[in-house]
Structures are given as C-alpha cells and as structure tokens.
C-alpha cells in the first residue's frame, strides 16, 4: 500500500525492470505440462495481505522462482505475483499501446532516442523516492495443500517492510531495502559456510531456517498465515502443492 506524495506515477522500482517483469510473458509452472507463457496480468486475483495493507489484485509477472521452485520442490503448480493494482496496470497497459516500452531507438527531429529511455529519465528516480513514500510493502509465499497428516492446509509466510522503519534505521526506501537484503543474505549464509553451493544453485533450494533466522540480525520479522483451506481437496494428483 505504498504511496509516493506529489507524484500521479512513480515506480518505486527502475522502470526499466518494471516493464520487463510484468510487460514480459510470465511462466507458470504445472505438473504433467512443465512450463509455459500466458499473457502478462493473467490470473488477476485479488489477495488480502497482512498487517494494515489489505487487499490488492495481483497478477502473474515474470520471475526466476516460477522457473527454480519446480526444480527441487514437487509441485502441482507454481506461480509469481505482483500486487500490482488496478489503477498501476493500467498505466503499464498505457505505456505498452503508446510504444513506450521499446527499446529500438526512434528519430525525434534529428535526434536518436529509445523511448524506454525517454520515459525513465521522464519519471523520477527510485532511490530519491524514500521521503516521499508512506505504508508498507510485503512479500511473502502463498503455499496450499495437503499436510502430513493428510489434511488441506494454506499457509502464507511473509514479510512485510515499513517504509518509515526502513527510512528511520538504514535510510533506504522499503521496496529497495526489500530487494537487496534477500541477496545479501544469502551472501552472507554461504561465506559462513552455512550453505554450500556447488555450481549454480537458486537460494530457494537451501534450507531456509538459517536465512530466516537471519532476518532478525537486521531488525526485520517473518510470519506465518493461516489461509482458507476449504477448497482444497482431499486427494491431490500425486499428493502435491502449490
């Protein structure tokens, strides 16, 4: 529920990764097909999250873990979302239409220019956005399925970033604190010989107690949800999650 004061649009993130993410076909992952490319903003569902932000619609994006997660974790079907909102779709949706999110250059009387380009030195720069922006930013794994005991069970583990704590404690603005301490993290789990890559690994198929427990190091918390397990049958192809 991020908002930035004085400006109509403002990505709290670069532009140019914004677009590439949600503008890009997002895969999805599903047992017995493998993965697959749907259409940008498909599956739109509305999601309530926790701790004041409440409900956004959320959509499939393009992102790594869709593609990592089904590697070591048997899964009936893996998905990545954003909560983008309705209003910053549109926008997105706009930019797409006018061509704005192409990279090829373009003559403008006389002048060479790409109009990705243009358009990120039009908007203003994410990391000047800190004292600007109120509410909160979460991120977090929806899992749904059946349980050791056989039962249906959802699940959400998340956490959520306080865009005044991040400004007050590390003066960074909570969508980049967010992002950057997941890799440093790990960084730091692997150079203490905690986890021990051999070649290219996702940081999803470590075990994940140490990096949660190292959340705590940097002032930060993580939660877990109950979701609505009503929908969830029994019996699952091959018992698995998503």
């Known amino acids: 529920n991020l908002v930035v004061q004085g400006y109509d649009f403002a990505p709290s993130f670069s532009i140019w990764t914004t677009i590439e993410e949600c503008l890009n076909p997002p895969i999805i992952w599903e047992d017995g097909i493998g993965w697959y490319a749907t259409e940008p903003f498909s599956e739109p569902e509305t999601f309530d999250f926790p701790e004041g932000i409440g409900p956004v619609e959320c959509v499939n994006v393009e992102h790594e873990e869709v593609v990592l997660i089904p590697r070591q974790i048997d899964a009936r079907k893996v998905t990545f979302k954003y909560g983008l909102g309705a209003e910053f779709i549109d926008v997105l949706r706009t930019i797409h239409k006018l061509g704005m999110d192409r990279t090829d250059r373009v003559d403008v009387k006389g002048v060479s220019v790409s109009p990705r380009d243009l ?78 890559p051999e070649g290219v690994m996702g940081a999803e198929w470590f075990e994940s107690k140490p990096y949660l427990d190292k959340l705590a190091d940097y002032g930060t918390t993580w939660h877990i949800r109950e979701e609505d397990a009503s929908d969830i049958p029994l019996v699952w192809p091959s018992g698995k999650t998503e």
């Open 119 to 196: 358009l990120a030195a039009s908007l203003p720069d994410p990391a000047t956005l800190g004292t600007r922006m109120t509410g909160k930013t979460c991120a977090g794994a929806l899992v749904r399925g059946l349980d050791k005991e056989g039962q249906p069970r959802a699940v959400y583990i998340y956490n959520v970033v306080d865009n005044e704590w991040s400004m007050r404690e590390w003066g960074d603005q909570a969508v980049v604190w967010q992002t950057a301490f997941n890799p440093m993290i790990a960084l730091e789990l692997i150079c203490e010989g905690v986890w021990k």
